[in-house]
């Protein structure tokens, strides 16, 4: 059969080639739906409650506006700049202990709070990160940052700190390989595709 005749599928590729679906919009921000509805209800059962609530989303919400933005710019600097082979090679399945320290240093030289490092977390994956380094990216975001660790040491003192610190680079990557080999297959499809990524 010639290359004009072949069938493709729906999507307009060839038909071995698996179609990466996203879940109905009700379904994936349901629980963001659940949770506003409760806060009005509670809004008017308990107006105290309720004010309180409305002024941390408010607050919250400044905060987003006040980081996001430079997120994303950079979001899309690294999206341009770095190829898929390159975030491969260092931090792809089978870069062994460089893409674990790879991953270190990028989630320990970050700043930001911790749901910045969800976007960042979506462009390694669509770049061909493994799972375990990108959990290990997480990881080091919210436990590792330079920053933390200096006022860590300041308030609480150095020894706690690098004591602290010795449990983090040990237990990091452990967690972060269990979490890997506790999703399924479907599972892990699942979160290559929700961020738009090819499976490695």
């Given amino acids: 059969m010639s290359e004009q005749m072949k069938p493709t599928n729906p999507a307009g590729g060839m038909p071995n080639q698996p179609m990466q679906q996203k879940k109905p919009f009700l379904k994936r921000y349901g629980a963001f739906f659940i949770l ?3 806060g009005v209800i509670a809004g008017f059962a308990l107006p105290e409650i309720g004010q309180k609530a409305l002024n941390n989303t408010i607050g919250n919400f400044k905060e987003m506006l006040s980081v996001l933005p430079p997120i994303f710019i950079l979001l899309g600097l690294l999206d341009v700049w770095v190829d898929r082979a390159t975030m491969m090679k260092y931090t792809g ?8 320290l790879i991953a ?26 493994s799972l375990t380094n990108v959990f290990i990216f997480i990881g080091a975001w919210s436990t590792t940052k330079i920053p933390l660790l200096a006022f860590e040491a300041a308030s609480m003192g150095l020894k706690f700190m690098l004591a602290r610190l010795a449990l983090s680079l040990i237990g990091i990557p452990l967690i972060a390989i269990l979490t890997e080999r506790s999703l399924g297959k479907s599972q892990q499809t699942e ?3 929700l961020n738009g990524a090819e499976e490695p």
Avoid: D, H, N
């Fill in 104 to 129: 270190f240093l990028l989630g320990s030289a970050a700043a930001g709070p911790l749901y910045a490092a969800f976007p960042f977390a979506g462009i390694m994956l669509k770049k061909g990160s």
């Fill in 191 to 193: 979160i290559y595709a």
């Fill in 36 to 38: 506003l509805a409760a």
């Fill in 93 to 100: 399945k089978g870069s062994g202990f460089k893409g674990v």
